[in-house]
């Protein structure tokens, strides 16, 4: 944040500082709810791992609430906490609003979480820039826009409110207003303490929605219309001159001096070679061993790929053949790579979503040079379209770049510029959800991927955020694996540049924080029948052996079952007692065990050679005893963590089951100087400080001797508009949809990367 002041853009900030941001004047509608002008802490502001204090307001006159939030815990911040709960029943459509200032080093990803009267809840975030200067946040409570799915993760703002809308993250947005029991707004494990400075707190009344917010949103490039920026590509001319430059530098470039064929330490000792990766333990830290017997550390990044570039038109067609999909597939619809509509299906094209349609400045004739970058998505996850037309815009901009001398050599042009890109930043690999075009190259080592899929039974968690689980014991998943395993064979090849293979990813096995959550798929999946459910029928069997008679079991869980035929029928249970507790944790145990155990089974009869990297679970899907069964069965336990880095007090198991772990995917985001209306799930306040935060993250991984890895998701930024599958529309590339590297966040990542090995295994140096 370097840069000149900017201009303000109906919300959105149009170069690329967040400084410049003016305060909302206060008006006679507002209602102030709370100015702290008494110099004290109102008892309805409740502090949690934060301490507060009455200051001084160092941006003019008046009183301002202090909130120091540590680093120490795992939340630190104030939370709202009216009695009674506030009924804002009568106020229109409003906004809550803070004036807050950041008078600390670093700048403070702010988390809000609104809760109503009926437990109904929601979460948003901003980013309080560093600089001191205080900018008016808010968070829409109540407004037409709430109620429209546009099919994008964050919309731009609805109406000219001015200052910093919270972006929206997971929840409700619909809460009822009448009961307002709670508003938080905190931190979420951050590495560094902060400081803020809050006044002002008030009710904004909205203006009235512009209806065209979302009209035209998308020029010819796939980049925000209505917005200037650094990064912005003016000209299919700049766009190649550009890239002239950039290749002129990569032309003079190469892997960084210190690495091994293979990206290990070629200046660190040398142990056993088997010809392909491997893991050791040395001293008290995990690592990998590239093929040659060098060091390696797992620095990459993930999804390089054009899967995940194309995005909804609002278009679909009538002609149900497009939507068919093969049994025997192994790839699933978020993966799948372009599928080609036919000129029957053509012929039955209508206009399925106005809004989604109308978003775009520019979309290419079926008969014209871009024709190639349209894609059918058979299904979505979310928005206003089950399935529809998409269209990559980067696949687009890569052939305005590199032009076509053959079908799709602009493609192959991309494959070889991408690995001198990675060589050149530092990177040591390619990590999940690489292409296969990569694989082959033997330039970068990378990591293959399979998903299982298929139509075998499954179970549920209660929480199914992407599907529900498989049931490992029904013989159709293990054909299924068996599938997927040899079509992930077919791709490598043998080929020693793979260091190992990920098989699905962010299973919902279930959420520390409650009983239910924590054994989701025991409560779940014991009211079933085992007739139609493997996963039961296995539990039966092994409840039956432990004990016995159906009488010892009701004494055990205080329950009342007739008999085992019955309890295998159905068997609700209400108890919560300690033998309830360690029998759900042995049948959930039993049941992540089966999963891992048949994967890497399977894996290992067809691909011997390379590691089993497990399933990247998600910080939210990680108990206990799925960890435990991944340890027993992965070469390398694998999670996704989005946080600002790792803290020791979140990893302390990592000593007891003490495996090879690496993260398989993380990220920072800014929307400052991106045109970007979601910055991703941790910001940045702009590409410097995302150079920052990657630091901070990997230097806390590489510090830690558990670790042989991270991956940072993604190489591309999420589409404008919202990738096809989710609508994820963030700032999480090293390159923009034009291609355009980010040279803040480049330049920080080459200047970590010259040091990694010294700094992981610099201890080690003697012992060469």
């Known amino acids: 944040m370097k840069t000149p002041p900017i201009l303000l853009c109906a919300g959105l900030f149009c170069t690329a500082t967040l400084h410049a941001a003016p305060l909302i ?70 906004s809550l609003a803070f004036d807050i200032a950041n008078t600390g080093e670093y700048s403070v990803q702010l988390y809000s979480n609104v809760n109503d009267k009926h437990g109904t809840g929601q979460t948003r975030t901003t980013i309080v820039p560093t600089g001191g200067k205080a900018q008016t946040y808010y968070i829409v409570f109540k407004g037409e826009e709430l109620k429209i799915d546009s099919g994008l993760r964050s919309d731009p703002p609805a ?207 079926y008969d014209s040079p871009y024709e190639d970058h349209y894609h059918y998505k058979r299904a979505t996850h979310t928005g206003p379209l089950k399935h529809g037309e998409s269209f990559s815009f980067y696949q687009a901009n890569l052939e305005r770049k590199y032009g076509q001398t053959h079908p799709e050599s602009y493609l192959e042009k991309w494959r070889d510029v991408s690995v001198d890109r990675f060589l050149d930043w530092g990177f040591t690999c390619m990590g999940n959800w690489a292409d296969a075009m990569f694989f082959q190259v033997d330039r970068i080592p990378y990591f293959a991927n399979g998903w299982i899929i298929g139509n075998f039974k499954t179970v549920s968690s209660g929480d199914d955020f992407w599907a529900p689980l498989p049931d490992p014991f029904d013989p159709e998943f293990v054909r299924r694996t068996r599938v997927t395993v040899e079509a992930v064979a077919a791709e490598v090849k043998g080929n020693p540049w793979c260091v190992g293979v990920f098989i699905d990813n962010e299973k919902s096995w279930g959420r520390m924080g409650s009983f239910n959550s924590q054994y989701g798929v025991v409560v779940h999946t014991l009211p079933r029948d085992a007739a139609d459910c493997p996963t039961k029928a296995a539990w039966v069997g092994m409840l039956k052996k432990q004990y016995g008679e159906i009488g010892a079991l009701n004494a055990a869980w205080e329950t009342s079952f007739e008999s085992w035929d019955g309890f295998a029928k159905k068997a609700e249970v209400s108890s919560r007692n300690a033998a309830v507790k360690k029998d759900f944790a042995t049948l959930l145990s039993a049941f992540a065990d089966e999963y891992f155990r048949v994967v890497r089974t399977e894996l290992k009869k067809v691909m011997p050679n390379h590691l089993y990297m497990g399933a990247r679970m998600a910080h939210w899907g990680m108990t206990p005893e ?126 970590l990367h010259r040091n990694l090995y010294e700094r992981r295994y610099g201890d080690l140096k003697k012992a060469k």
């Open 159 to 365: 109406s000219k409110i001015g200052g910093n809308k919270f972006i929206w993250l997971w929840g409700s947005k619909t809460i009822d207003v009448s009961g307002i029991t709670k508003v938080s707004l905190h931190t979420d494990t951050i590495l560094h303490d902060r400081q803020i400075v809050i006044s002002n707190v008030r009710l904004l009344k909205n203006p009235k929605m512009d209806p065209d917010f979302l009209k035209e949103i998308v020029d010819e490039f796939g980049q925000n219309n209505h917005a200037d920026y650094p990064y912005k590509v003016k000209s299919e001319e700049e766009l190649k001159e550009r890239s002239a430059k950039e290749l002129a530098e990569l032309a003079k470039s190469g892997p960084m001096p210190d690495r091994s064929k293979f990206g290990g330490w070629k200046d660190g000792p040398k142990l056993e070679a088997t010809g392909y990766f491997r893991t050791e333990k040395i001293g008290n830290k995990w690592a990998l061993v590239d093929p040659e017997g060098y060091l390696y550390f797992a620095a990459g990044i993930a999804n390089a790929r054009m899967a995940n570039t194309t995005v909804i038109t609002g278009v679909d067609f009538h002609k149900p053949t497009v939507r068919e999909v093969d049994p025997e597939g192994v790839i699933p619809d978020d993966s799948m790579p372009f599928i080609k509509t036919s000129a029957e299906a053509r012929e039955t094209r209508f206009i399925a979503s106005e809004l989604r349609h109308k978003m775009f400045t520019w979309l290419p004739e």
């Open 626 to 751: 799925v960890v435990g069964a991944a340890k027993k069965y992965s070469d390398v336990v694998s999670y996704n963590f989005y946080k600002e880095g790792l803290k020791d007090q979140d990893w302390k198991f990592l000593s007891e089951i003490d495996r090879p772990s690496i993260i398989g995917e993380f990220h920072m985001g800014a929307i400052s100087d991106t045109g970007l209306f979601h910055p991703g799930l941790i910001v940045a306040q702009d590409q410097e400080d995302r150079g920052r935060m990657y630091q901070d993250y990997m230097k806390s991984v590489i510090d830690n001797p558990y670790f042989v890895g991270a991956h940072w998701f993604q190489y591309i930024d999420s589409p404008l508009a919202g990738r096809a599958y989710d609508g994820e529309n963030y700032n999480v590339g090293f390159v923009t949809v034009t291609d355009i590297p980010y040279t803040g966040l480049i330049d920080a990542a080459k200047e």
């Open 25 to 94: 004047p206060s008006k006679e509608s507002d209602t102030i709810l709370f100015n702290f002008e008494d110099g004290k802490v109102p008892p309805t502001i409740k502090g949690n791992q934060a301490a507060m204090k009455v200051v001084s307001n160092p941006n003019g006159g008046g009183k301002a609430l202090q909130v120091d939030l540590s680093a120490k815990g795992k939340f630190s911040g104030i939370s709202f906490e009216p009695k009674p709960a506030w009924d804002l029943s009568d106020k229109g459509d409003f």
